[in-house]
C-alpha cells in the first residue's frame, strides 16, 4: 500500500468522500482517522456518537474487520461558507451523508462531523 496516497489531505471539501472511499476499500484505518479533526464527532451506527480520534478508529477498525467494499455515491458540490464546507453523498442503494468540514491553518479540510446516514 502506498502509505503517502493513503494519507494525502484533501485540498478540497469534496475530496474527503473520495478519500474515505479509496482507504475503506484499502483497509486502512489509520488514512480514513486521518480524514477527521482530532476532537470530531461521528454517528455510526444509527443512533450511536464517537466523539474523538479513539473513538472513530474504534468504529472504523469494527466497520473494516469484516472487508466490506464500498462504492462511490453521487458526490454533491459542497456548501462553503468561510473555513466551513458542509458536504454530502447520496448513497449507492439509499441513504445520504451530511458532513461538516473544516478548512485547516495549511488550507486542507478535514471533517468535524460526520452523519454517516441521514435516513437511518
Known amino acids: ?15 474527503l468522500a473520495r478519500f474515505f472511499v479509496e482507504r475503506a476499500n484499502a483497509g486502512n484505518v489509520d488514512g480514513l482517522v486521518a480524514l477527521y479533526e482530532v ?6 451506527p444509527a443512533g450511536n456518537l464517537a466523539a474523538g480520534e479513539l473513538a472513530i478508529r474504534a468504529v472504523y477498525e469494527r466497520l473494516l474487520a469484516d472487508k466490506p467494499k464500498f462504492t462511490p455515491g453521487e458526490q454533491q458540490p459542497a456548501l462553503i461558507n468561510g473555513d466551513l464546507a458542509l458536504t454530502s453523498t447520496r448513497l449507492t442503494g439509499g441513504g445520504v451523508t451530511v458532513e461538516v468540514a473544516r478548512r485547516q491553518p495549511d488550507g486542507t479540510w478535514l471533517w468535524a462531523i460526520d452523519r454517516f446516514n441521514i435516513l437511518e
Do not use: I
Not at 1 to 14: D, F, G, I, L, T
Open 39 to 44: 476532537d470530531a464527532v461521528l454517528t455510526f
Open 1 to 15: 500500500m502506498n502509505v503517502a496516497k493513503h494519507r494525502e489531505p484533501a485540498k478540497q471539501p469534496e475530496e
